[in-house]
């Protein structure tokens, strides 16, 4: 992992969540198979692995380039505009 332009320009400390999971889903009717959060503004949506794939919806809407996962024990992070970890 290493560190992107985006990065430094995120909230410090990380937004907080702004729903407990996918609210896109959840008004669908489906089930995320992973949470994604945004950390410009604390968006939960679901992983690309989910059928509507909302957290890159959210990327592509607003253009908040990092998120992290929503996951207990993950800490991970990417970077949409790199599309890497960060």
């Known amino acids: 992992m290493s560190e992107c332009q985006h990065l430094p320009g995120l ?5 907080v ?3 407990p999971t996918c609210p896109e889903c ?3 009717g489906s089930h995320p198979v992973q949470l994604r959060l945004c950390l410009v503004c604390g968006h939960v949506g679901c992983c690309d692995s989910s ?5 890159t919806a959210h990327f592509e809407a ?3 380039a990092v998120m992290r996962s929503y996951e207990p024990g993950q800490s991970w992070r990417w970077c949409y505009v790199d599309q890497r970890l960060v």
């Open 51 to 55: 059928p509507y794939r909302h957290a």
């Open 17 to 19: 969540a702004a729903h």
């Open 26 to 28: 959840e008004t669908a």
């Open 11 to 15: 909230p410090r400390p990380e937004p």
């Open 62 to 64: 607003t253009g908040h």
